[in-house]
């Protein structure tokens, strides 16, 4: 949709710059002119008339043009700064979701933090809204029963994470204050200082206090909830500090350190709490839950190439088994001479995100309560939203890629329930399938991927 916009949009401007400049009877101009006039009768009469209207004509049309022109020309002409606005032009493409944004601003009601609450779960909701904006709305949507929990949940996991990507403090000193990190839960006034780099995180683990304080008012089987996953996850981080993605098996590992025990530790929220069946706190919704995780995970490594490549020193989570495939090394992607090879790496690493694909959408369809529904169903759509606009997609190399908010906007309000869900996740998966290239050795693999979440949502939706 967005090459047919340029293209047409390049010969829009194209045809107003020769219908407003050129002569009447050239032969380029003559029957473009005559062709219009047909179409549109008395256009050029009016246009002439005014010579202010024939350079809004000739503006309009080199505007329009221009923003065609960036959709479709090569990186190495286009600087990055401009080829990032075709996100903003594309626009023009999806009016809708432009009236999504204006409905959303002016007429949704937005959660705000409750209300007669104690001052360190006041201060907790506020650092919240502070640390995650992807989080915090859906968490503030949750009902009560849930809500504070998974604020504290959310809250313990952020400064875990403020600790492991400080670059600051020695490994040594990490390592250590990640192994002990859980012991502090049930230890009033702590604090911990020298970590972080935003005024937030830093804020967060210098206070610490507060959140203690609110974790000890909850329910005993949360609170065991919340111990376990840190003490877990702050094992695993420490774990990784000394230690590369360089397997298949580490990258797993990792993200399940990271992100699969965060999808343990809501299912066992969501069995304390009554709302959901009390199966999802049983091991044996160990693999859908950590495939929640995974698939978020991995998404955001994906698109976070350029990001942590770029660091100092650079964050390699991509593992060396898929890239080493591909380049000498991981910094060779980005280089446009290379940009074939870091396409095929890119869709090697979609691929591999995709088998948890199914697994996702056999646990949505088990929840009943629909705030945790909700809750748990638009990061998934974000992440298939992702995945579908990174395949194939040289931008990832270039710069942070990114859903255009008004299809966010329309992803979030429209996943109100399983089969709304289904929906999203076969249209991406069918652009997806369609964005295959023929030569792509993974082909086969992904297809066989999408043709089960395909079928997974064709049956949910009677198609």
């Known amino acids: ?5 340029a293209g047409v ?7 107003a710059g020769i219908v407003t400049l050129g002569s009447n009877d050239a032969p380029v101009v003559s029957p473009i002119r005559k062709a219009l006039e047909k179409a549109v009768p008395g256009f050029f009469n009016w246009v002439a008339g005014d ?3 024939s350079w809004l004509v000739l503006g309009a049309g080199a505007a329009v043009g221009l923003a065609g022109l960036i959709f479709l020309t090569p990186y190495p002409i286009v600087p990055v700064k401009i080829a ?6 594309s626009y023009i493409c999806h009016p809708s979701e432009i009236i999504s944004m204006v409905g959303f601003k002016f007429f ?11 001052e360190n779960s006041n201060w907790c909701y506020q650092k919240l809204v502070q640390t995650s904006r992807s989080f915090a709305a859906v968490i503030l949507e949750l009902h009560e029963e849930l809500r504070e929990a998974i604020c504290i949940f959310y809250l313990v996991l952020r400064a875990l994470d403020t600790v492991e990507d400080d670059m600051k403090p020695a490994v040594a000193d990490k390592v250590r204050e990640l192994n002990a990190f859980h012991t502090h839960l049930t230890e009033r006034g702590w604090n911990l200082k020298g970590y972080g780099d935003k005024k ?3 804020d967060l683990v210098e206070k610490f206090d507060r959140v203690i304080d609110v974790f000890l008012s909850l329910k005993p089987g949360y609170q065991a909830v919340i111990a376990d996953i840190c003490k877990r996850m702050g094992a695993g981080m420490a774990e990784f500090l000394n230690k590369k993605v360089v397997s298949i098996e580490d990258y797993e590992l990792y993200c399940h350190y990271v992100a699969g025990l965060v999808g343990y530790g809501l299912s066992g929220l969501f069995g304390e709490s009554g709302l959901e069946d009390p199966r999802f706190k049983d091991p044996s919704m160990h693999k859908l839950s950590n495939s929640m995780g995974l698939y978020l995970q991995k998404t955001n490594i994906i698109r976070d190439y350029l990001e942590d490549i770029s660091e100092k020193p650079p964050r390699i989570f991509y593992p060396r088994d898929i890239w ?14 290379n940009r074939d090879a870091a396409v095929a790496c890119l869709n090697h690493m979609i691929t591999d995100a995709m088998k ?4 996702c959408l056999d646990y949505l369809k088990m929840l009943k309560d629909p705030t945790v529904f909700k809750f748990c169903a638009i990061p998934q759509v974000m992440a298939i939203a992702t995945l579908e606009l990174c395949y194939n997609n040289h931008d990832v190399f270039r710069y942070e890629v990114k859903i255009r908010k008004g299809q966010a906007l329309q992803l979030i309000l429209g996943s109100k329930d399983y089969k709304s869900v289904c929906k999203y996740f076969l249209d991406f998966a069918r652009r997806l399938e369609k964005k295959i290239p023929a030569h792509d050795k993974n082909g086969s693999s992904l297809r066989g991927m999408i043709t089960q979440v395909k079928a997974r949502c064709i049956s949910e939706l009677g198609q």
Not at 325 to 337: C, H, M, T
Request: aromatic share 6%; glycine share 4%; hydrophobic share 40%.
């Open 108 to 118: 949704h009601t937005h959660p705000g933090i409750p209300k007669n609450i104690s």
């Open 324 to 337: 080493c495939l591909y380049a000498k090394d991981i910094a060779d992607l980005k280089e446009w001479k």
């Open 9 to 15: 949009a390049v010969a829009a401007g194209v045809t």
């Open 84 to 89: 990032k606005q075709k996100r903003n032009l």
């Open 51 to 53: 010579s202010k209207r």
């Open 1 to 5: 949709m967005d090459k047919l916009f």
């Open 356 to 359: 948890h694909a199914v697994d």
């Open 200 to 202: 937030e995180e830093i």
